[in-house]
Structure formats: C-alpha cells, structure tokens
C-alpha cells in the first residue's frame, strides 16, 4: 500500500505530489485534467481520489498563459468608491467571471503618473486585453498596449486610437433629451453643475447640453466644481440658490451632485421638488431610485457595456478599431415636472 505524501503545511499540492499518491506518472494527471484527453478509466479513478485526498486544484491561470483567451483581463478604473464606478465595475467582473474569464482590477486613481505605472503593469501581467473604464491613464500609454499586440477596449473615452474598441454612450441623443425635459417642465433659467477637470464623457455631456439648450435661446448657468462628489453638488445649490436670479432647472453631470443639490435645495432653502425646482442627473445609481431622492436621471446601459466588454474580447486585434454606441435611456422620476 503506498504511504500517502501530503504537501508539507500551508503548501498546495501540486500535481506531482497526485502522481506520487496514485502511484501514476506526472502526464497521467496532467491529461486527467485536460478535456478530450487519452487517460484508462483505472488510471483517471486513481487520479481523482488522490487529489481529492490532497484537495488538489489544477492551476488553470499557469497551463494557460500561453492561449490568449486564458490569461486574465486587466480593468483600470479608478474612483471605486463612487457608486457608476463601482455598479459598472460589478456588471463588467460578473459577465466577465460568467464567460469563464479571469480579471484584475488596477486601481489607478487620479494621478496620471500613477496611472500610467498601472498600465505597465497590465504588461508585466502578460493580460490577453486591457479595460480601460477611467480617464486617467494617457493616450500614449494606452498607445503602447496596442504597440505590443495587446488588445484595448475603452469604456467611454474619446480617443482617436486605431485597433481599440470603442464602448461609448449617444450622449447627443441624450443631451437633446435633457433639454427637451426641461422645456417641457417650463424651466427658463437653467444651471449645469459640472466639474473643473472633466473626462471625456463629462465634457461630452456638458458641452452637448449646453449647445442644445442656446439653440433654444437660454444660455446655462455654468458651476463647476473640484470634484463630482455629493459635497461638490451641495456646494453648488448653496452658490446658486443666493443669488439674485436663482435657477428653476439644474442639470447635474451626475447623480452624485445629484443628490447633494437635493438635499442642500431641500434641507437648506426649502425648495420644493418639482414645484420649485426641477433636478436632472446622469447615470442611474442605485441610490436615485431611493425614496428620499427619487432622481429623474438618464440611465447608464450597465449590463450592455458588460456584454460589449465580453464579446469585444472575441474580436481579433485588426478589428478593434469599431466602435460600439449605446443609448442612455430617461428614467422620469419625481424631481422633473412632466
């Protein structure tokens, strides 16, 4: 009877360890656990009770890193403690890990230096494609990922690349729905509360919005902020509800400022939403739909960025250059008259 050779404590088993306790040759246990393989009924049964006894787990990421398809994702996203990110984040880790795909998360935050030692690191990681879902790393960098065969998919930014898929939302059909929302409320003095440092996709609404709503001949009150947190959209209704000619409309680039322009409005001035004062964000987070906000905003398509994510890792490299665009859709709440 062979003694059994457990691996020596807090050490995984590793599959020589299984060939030594089934008394089999190492490739017996390497083709037991490779689909399609050639391996004796007798010799498999050995195998598995074995590992089993080891609780031994095949190292799927090492096998195959050699196979593009099986080495990880790597996602750059910063700011994972606002709620986009982090809900994004959730739909794209869980289609991911559905597709039966490995991801890692690289935090880049808001320093470009920092995030461009994130996206090296994607290049050390030897990643099959890089999701880049934050503004933050330059376009130089994201450059050099393509140069090197890597595939790159970015997640609402403007980047003239080549050989990149491109996941953005039809911020023009939306921003037109804004303005129009807002005609339809009646609203004639209209404020946009925005940040100072914009992304791409905040530029992209902030100057759309604006252009929609001149042709209307109003022109927004502009408030830009340091940053795009709940404060900053207090900050914003406390400036503009002291002014001589407050708004009767604001369109905040997120939810976030959202919610801070409502509580201050609320709390602070004793605005009644939407009698008022009518409030329009962007995004859709899970805390719009509470009862103490009850935001009208325009929701980000979570799961179809997800699914585009997923296929687009499908797609050969020369064919990245696509673009794929989807649509923001209203959700009508209770802070816009209808």
């Known amino acids: 009877m062979k003694a059994k050779l457990p691996p020596?404590?807090?050490?995984a088993a590793s599959a020589s360890d299984v060939a030594r306790l089934a008394g089999v040759s190492r490739s017996a246990v390497s083709r037991t656990f490779t689909?399609?393989?050639?391996?004796?009924?007798?010799?498999?049964?050995?195998?598995?009770?074995?590992?089993e006894e080891l609780h031994y787990h095949v190292n799927f990421?090492?096998?195959?890193?050699?196979?593009?398809?099986?080495?990880?994702?790597?996602?750059?996203?910063?700011?994972?403690?606002?709620?986009?990110?982090?809900?994004l984040l959730d739909h794209i880790t869980t289609a991911l890990q559905k597709a039966q795909r490995i991801s890692i998360i690289i935090n880049v935050g808001d320093d470009p230096a920092a995030a461009s030692g994130a996206l090296e690191q994607t290049l050390n990681y030897r990643a099959?494609?890089?999701?880049?879902?934050?503004g933050s790393p330059p376009a130089h960098m994201v450059r050099r990922c393509v140069e090197v065969g890597q595939s790159v998919i970015l997640v609402n930014r403007a980047d003239d690349l080549p050989d990149v898929r491109h996941i953005s939302i039809d911020y023009e059909t939306a921003m037109r729905n804004a303005v129009q929302m807002f005609m339809r409320a009646g609203c004639q003095k209209i404020a946009l509360v925005s940040r100072a440092v914009r992304t791409p996709s905040l530029l992209a609404r902030?100057?759309?919005?604006?252009?929609?709503?001149?042709?209307?001949?109003?022109?927004?009150?502009?408030?830009?902020?340091?940053?795009?947190?709940?404060?900053?959209?207090?900050?914003a209704m406390r400036e503009l509800l002291v002014g001589l000619d407050p708004p009767d409309g604001?369109?905040?680039?997120?939810?976030?400022?959202?919610?801070?322009?409502?509580?201050?409005?609320?709390?602070?001035?004793?605005?009644?939403?939407?009698?008022?004062?009518?409030?329009?964000?962007?995004?859709?987070?899970?805390?719009?739909?509470?009862?103490?906000?009850n935001l009208t905003t325009f929701a980000?398509?979570?799961?179809?960025?997800?699914?585009?994510?997923?296929?687009?890792?499908?797609?050969?490299?020369?064919?990245?250059?696509?673009?794929?665009?989807?649509?923001?859709?209203p959700v009508w709440r209770g802070t816009m008259r209808s």
């Open 35 to 51: 689909d399609g393989a050639s391996v004796s009924a007798d010799t498999r049964a050995k195998v598995l009770r074995a590992a």
């Open 206 to 235: 902030e100057e759309l919005f604006s252009a929609f709503l001149r042709a209307q001949n109003i022109t927004p009150q502009l408030w830009r902020g340091a940053s795009t947190s709940y404060q900053a959209g207090q900050q």
């Open 300 to 329: 980000q398509p979570y799961a179809e960025i997800a699914q585009a994510v997923v296929q687009s890792l499908a797609v050969q490299p020369s064919a990245h250059n696509a673009k794929i665009i989807l649509y923001a859709r």
């Open 61 to 87: 990421l090492a096998r195959g890193l050699s196979k593009q398809e099986s080495r990880p994702v790597c996602i750059l996203v910063s700011n994972l403690h606002k709620p986009y990110h982090a809900q």
């Open 8 to 11: 020596p404590n807090g050490t």
């Open 250 to 293: 604001v369109f905040c680039i997120n939810d976030l400022m959202a919610c801070g322009c409502i509580d201050t409005a609320r709390h602070e001035f004793k605005r009644r939403l939407p009698e008022d004062l009518c409030i329009l964000g962007f995004d859709d987070i899970a805390q719009a739909a509470w009862a103490g906000y």
């Open 128 to 134: 099959s494609a890089t999701i880049v879902l934050s």
